[in-house]
């Protein structure tokens, strides 16, 4: 079994990319879905981020206002890293238990985390290979700004917020271009999920 990260800028393309890999055949686990499992109204994650955040980062169902959070955490340093000391952990068990079990299913699987602070997070360290999605800043800006309705300075904010793409870059096993058109875009992926499956 390969594991592979995926990972790159906020709003460079990332999603889009595991979504073409996932219709090649890899298995795809997705980090923010984990995350946003193990913070479900009453687990011991959702309790301790209640505990510091207040109930103010709470929608009237309980459920977590991630707007609301993220306009807290995207402000302050120190907030943010409180925030990934709840999650990180129990996403990364999460995974683990994701991974063995794909394994199991087929040792010769190619598995896809998806992820979004894999350097941030030291996740680097537990993949076998790293790919990188790439865009220019411009386009992360006009990206965030259209899909989350975020103005310059808090799109701005959540780019600073991550590594700067271009060390992810140098990091990398494999590079691929997020602005490119999809059809180009889904060759790239075929051509590489091709080359993993080798690997596997």
């Known amino acids: 079994m390969l594991l592979v990260g995926l990972t790159g800028g906020v709003a460079t ?3 889009t990319v595991a979504r073409m890999f996932k219709r090649c055949g890899a298995v795809v686990i997705d980090a923010d879905t984990l995350a946003r499992k193990v913070v479900e109204p ?16 709470l929608k009237p169902d309980r459920t977590l206002d991630r707007h609301a959070l993220g306009a807290v955490v995207f402000r302050r340093a120190a907030k943010r890293r409180a925030l990934e000391r709840i999650i990180h952990p129990r996403v990364a068990r999460e995974q683990a238990r994701l ?3 794909a394994a199991l299913a087929n040792p010769k699987a190619v598995v896809i985390y998806d992820v979004p602070l894999l350097f941030e997070a030291g996740i680097d360290k537990r993949v076998d290979l790293i790919i990188v999605v790439a865009a220019g800043r411009a386009v992360q800006l006009a990206r965030l700004k259209k899909r989350n309705g975020l103005t310059n300075t808090e799109a701005d904010r959540r780019i600073r917020s991550q590594l700067p793409l271009a060390g992810k870059i140098r990091r990398a096993d494999f590079v691929l271009d997020g602005t490119l058109r999809r059809s180009s875009l889904n060759t790239r992926v075929r051509r590489l999920y091709r080359e993993l499956r080798q690997l596997a």
């Open 13 to 15: 393309g990332k999603s």
């Open 42 to 57: 009453d687990r011991p994650a959702w309790r301790e981020i209640v505990r510091i955040f207040g109930r103010g980062v």
């Open 99 to 101: 991974t063995r079990r």
